[in-house]
């Protein structure tokens, strides 16, 4: 009797495990990519690209975060380099457009100044790069800068007029200056006294953020400002 008990114990044991083995284990769950409505190309200098502080602390990644908590759902890319004139943005300009921007902030300008670049270049690089941009229906927002005021009064006037100036002829939204509340506040800014700390780019991000919503909202409406 024991003898069949231990057999038919046996005999259930291999027919469950057969049972398991011809049973196909569930997939890895995989995480799906997020579904975005449209990509927004931060295009400029070391004040876009975060320079000293972590990429995520930069105010592209602070502003992807903003608007995906408003619901909108637009990915975000910093295409900052660091020490980039105007020159180099129009040199570039074709390799941005391979990124398939809906809309591109476009904020250079800052170490053309810098330089004592002549604002006269500067500002046809500007019109360039956006006649470019508009050609291929990308929404452009112009981030305005402001220079330092030891380059001479002349010199800081006809530079801070000419991202007026172009977001006037080409019809397109201007942020009168990019780092507002940022700018000569110590607190705010790294020991250069040029580059935002974290802290500022918050305050940058907050800046820029309700431009970008009123051109989602016109392409949304299924006309892009231009």
Known sequence: MRKRFLLLGLTLWVILAAAGCGRESPPPERRSEPDFEGTIVAVGDSLTAGQGVEE???YPALLEQKLAS???RYKVINAGISGETSSGTLSRINWILTLKPDIVILETGANDG????DPALMSRNLQEIIRVLQGRNVSVILAGMQMVQNLGREYTATFR???PEAAREFGILL???FLE???????LNQADGIHPTAEGYKIVAET??????KVI???RKGTKVR
């Open 56 to 58: 995520e602390l930069a």
């Open 70 to 72: 408003a619901g909108l």
């Open 114 to 117: 810098l330089r004592g670049i």
């Open 175 to 177: 942020i009168p200056f």
């Open 161 to 163: 007029r000419v991202y």
């Open 217 to 219: 909202q016109q392409h």
């Open 181 to 187: 509340g940022v700018a000569g506040k110590p607190a």
């Open 208 to 213: 820029v953020y309700p431009y970008v919503v």
